[in-house]
């Protein structure tokens, strides 16, 4: 994979947050920084730490993958400009929430191989997931794209594209969940009488440990769970409000994954 891009080149269309965490992954050791070429009118500064990456300039004529990480509203203006390299060798790699493989083929054309992802943005430190499902029977471009998003975090394959909306509520998403669990822990411990430093610290390890934890477990969470939980103690008081039925994090999250999933088919149109 390294070796394909090496001789072909990267090109980025696009590079904000999603782009700049898979960017700074692949910089970090799979892809150097003179075979990468960014697309973007407001590319980030941070690029200018690596003055090899060619930014706004031509493009290689024939590179290997084109990353598409625009806004899913920008598609249908920024994508008509690299049409060229459509029907060809050119791996069309898209990160675009929502935006189905249907509208990739009808805008660069039906032969042009095209591979949806949905990485999330634990990616800038190789902690992410991303799946990825692509629009022909052949397995290489399947294969590139995994190769390429695996230098970043764990790669799964999904067996129909309709599972996509599913996993940009969960996973694609679920960062966002997951530091907003870390906010309302700290405001908790605040209330309880923490400083804000201390609250947060807490919290944020917390979080982290018992992440790192669960990958790391043959357990099953609930297991975990039900291993810290003894009878009568504080953690069953806690989970006792946390595992309500009706008011308790499970309805919420259900409605919270729910609500993403529906606004990814709506950018679907």
Known sequence: ???????????????????????????QGSIAAQDVWVLDPYAPDWLSEFPQ???????????AVV?????????????PALAGLGNGRTLFLSV???????????????DTPVVRAMPNTPAAIGQGITAIVGNGPG?????????????VGQVVRLETEAQMDAVTALSG?????????IEALSAAGISEGLSPDLATRL????????????????????????????????????????????????????ATVAAAAD???????
């Open 1 to 27: 994979m390294t070796h394909e891009i090496a001789g072909r080149g990267l090109v980025m269309l696009g590079c904000g947050k999603m782009g700049s965490a898979l960017l700074r992954g692949w910089l």
């Open 53 to 63: 990456i060619h930014v706004n300039a031509d493009l290689p004529p024939d590179p």
């Open 67 to 79: 990353l598409v990480a625009v806004k899913p509203q920008m598609m249908q203006q920024a994508l």
């Open 96 to 110: 675009a929430a929502g935006i189905p493989l249907a509208t990739y083929d009808a805008m660069l054309g039906a």
């Open 139 to 151: 397995a290489a471009h399947l294969d590139l794209a995994a190769a390429l998003l695996s230098a």
């Open 173 to 181: 998403s679920g960062p966002a969940y997951v530091f907003y669990l």
């Open 203 to 254: 919290a944020t390890a917390t979080v982290a440990g018992a992440g790192a934890l669960a990958a790391s477990s043959p357990e099953t969470a609930a297991a975990l769970r039900e291993a810290v939980t003894s009878p009568a103690g504080t953690t069953a008081a806690g989970l006792g409000v946390l595992m309500d039925d009706r008011s308790g994090l499970s309805p919420l999250i259900r």
């Open 263 to 269: 606004r990814s088919r709506e950018l679907g149109g």
